[in-house]
């Protein structure tokens, strides 16, 4: 059953049938180590497939690595190297990169594993049999940094590649076997009406809609001359393109462990894919020509594409041309996998631009976490030990008036941040918890709990204590995909015994007694009377390198 629709985080909604929710990120070129732009898309596959699990779907999280084509080839041979040894050095820098980020992908692909080969093998002769591939000649520009054929209309002066503008493109003119696609102009027109979730944001939507108007071309699914790839199955001095073998892959990472690598396997569980996260540049590949392949193979489609857009440094689009990209591993180093995965999420809006700066960087997060969220939860659990013995008060959240400010902004949130998160605002997800926060604080300040229990008034004192940490607490659940290890922190010092990495490996044991965890979604849920655990600062204010 299909999950990647809103619904609401409440217990209604909790059904005893068990969605799947499959999400891919690009399977990156192995050409060289993971940048920042990489880490980009898969801190948000990783962050919504962990929203999927909180709702206690079965979630797969698909990444990889594309380890064919002429420019991890050439890439080797300029070091000396065979491709396959190369890439085999490579691949360990993203799982390193993926386990320091705290990403929990369920399964990485290896385009060059045997497995894929069998179902491109597979997927080929299925296209092939019902005749969408034929032989023909490729006369054009290709550019081997996109390992894609432009139009002359959409290259710079001297051929040079618009997203590559340091690279000239190749003048190719050799026999090629073809896609027809062609063939499936009306279908994707078709498809792109009937659901217009398909490609988003719409900026996106708009840009392939225009692109497919003008008329859509066969493309060359074979090079010549290229060892770095599967065979042509019906013709060996062929091999496969890249792009046709790569998107495959995703339906290869479907397979189980240990069972035949066929499509009818690959197929059984987790396919149609709901959601395929990409940066914009490779937007026509997944819009226009996977879904093209599929229906050619006369398989469903999957039910979502979301082309988010470039980091920028300091405002300039970062590259290793333009030599300012970030070393995301020393960024992890620095400021820890929470800080990082944080500010990508609430500070740029998935689907737009977005810029890196470092001092930015560190302002939001001592704005947000130090000072916001981490103060509020150490000055009130400070009042607990003070006025309450060091336990949540007493009192549940039907005592608490529904006029309180917090329980009114509260009673809501789960279910707003919840559409958030199935929209991918991931900014607002933050905004929105930030924004109980700030009550929070603002609430404390009016309310003075400090001069209430100088005038003996212990029943207000309690329900203002009680509002706090129940609102740090919701907030620390909705944010938890984003900041697992933060929200871990404060679910200890609000005295639960949770972990909400945990969950990765046993989807069903964030049970809290009676309740089903998506229950705490929910405003009011704090048990009376809970031990709380010792205040302690959650987030570490954030200083500038000495040589920023
Ligand atoms: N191998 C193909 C994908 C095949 S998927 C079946 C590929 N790999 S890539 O390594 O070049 O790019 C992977 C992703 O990184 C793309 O989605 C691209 O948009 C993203 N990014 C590369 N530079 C980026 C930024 N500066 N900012 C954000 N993302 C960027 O394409």
């Not at 085999?88 to 993926?98: K, M, N």
């Not at 034929?134 to 550019?143: A, D, I, N, P, S």
């Not at 082309?307 to 405002?315: C, E, I, M, N």
Request: hydrophobic share 40%.
């Amino acid at each position: 059953m299909n999950s990647d629709h809103p619904n609401r985080a409440s217990t209604d909604q909790h059904s005893l049938e068990q969605q799947t929710f499959t999400v891919t990120t690009p399977l990156y070129y192995a050409n060289a180590l993971p940048h920042i732009g990489s880490a980009y898309t898969t801190i948000a596959a990783d962050v919504i497939a962990r929203f999927h699990r909180l709702q206690n779907h079965a979630v797969l999280m698909i990444t990889g690595t594309d380890e064919h084509g002429q420019k991890i080839q050439r890439t080797a041979e300029s070091l000396g190297r065979d491709p396959q040894s190369y890439c085999d050095e490579i691949v360990p820098g993203f799982t390193h990169l993926w386990h320091q980020l705290n990403i929990q992908y369920d399964r990485f692909i290896r385009t060059t594993a045997s497995p894929h080969h069998a179902i491109v093998k597979e997927f080929f002769y299925r296209v092939w049999d019902r005749g969408d591939i034929y032989l023909g000649q490729q006369k054009g520009w290709y550019c081997v940094a996109c390992e894609e054929f432009k139009e002359e209309r959409d290259l710079l002066e001297q051929h040079h590649c618009a997203i590559h503008p340091k690279r000239q493109a190749e003048w190719r003119d050799e026999q090629n076997y073809f896609f027809r696609l062609s063939n499936y102009q009306e279908r994707l027109e078709a498809l792109y009406q009937e659901q217009p979730n398909f490609i988003q944001p719409d900026i996106r939507r708009n840009e392939v809609l225009s692109f497919v108007s003008q008329g859509l071309r066969d493309f060359s699914i074979s090079r010549v001359g290229l060892e770095c790839g599967f065979p042509v199955p019906i013709d060996p001095s062929h091999t496969i393109y890249v792009w046709f073998d790569a998107l495959l892959g995703y339906i290869t990472a479907l397979l189980d462990p240990d069972v035949e690598p066929t499509l009818e396997n690959a197929l059984a569980k987790w396919y149609p894919i709901n959601l395929h996260l990409i940066g914009k540049d490779i937007l026509r590949f997944h819009a226009v020509y996977w879904p093209a392949m599929l229906m050619a193979a006369e398989l469903p489609l999957p039910q979502r594409v979301f082309g988010h857009g470039f980091l920028t440094k300091d405002g300039v689009k970062m590259g290793k041309s333009s030599g300012n990209t970030i070393d995301p591993v020393q960024l992890v180093d620095r400021y820890g996998s929470d800080a990082v995965r944080y500010y990508f999420m609430k500070e740029i809006e998935f689907g737009r631009d977005g810029d890196f700066n470092e001092t930015r960087f560190i302002h939001i997060l001592n704005a947000d976490l130090a000072n916001d969220l981490g103060n509020l939860l150490n000055r009130t659990l400070k009042m607990a030990y003070r006025y309450c013995e060091g336990r949540v008060p007493n009192i549940s959240g039907a005592d608490i008036p529904d006029d309180n400010v917090l329980k009114a902004i509260g009673a809501d949130l789960g279910d707003r941040v919840a559409r958030h998160y199935y929209a991918l605002a991931f900014h607002q997800v933050g905004d929105a918890a930030l924004s109980l926060i700030k009550m929070g604080n603002k609430f404390v300040d009016d309310q003075a709990p400090w001069a209430l229990y100088k005038q003996g008034e212990q029943q207000a004192v309690e329900q203002v204590i009680y509002a706090v940490l129940e609102s740090v607490r919701l907030v620390a659940y909705l944010l938890s995909p984003i900041v697992p290890n933060l929200s871990n922190a404060i679910y200890q010092q609000l005295g639960f015994a949770v972990d909400f990495n945990a969950q990765h490996r046993h989807p069903q044991t964030l049970s809290d007694v009676s309740t089903p965890f998506v229950i705490h979604a929910n405003w009011g849920i704090l048990p009376a009377n809970q031990a709380l655990g010792d205040p302690q600062p959650i987030f570490q204010r954030l200083e500038l390198p000495i040589t920023a």
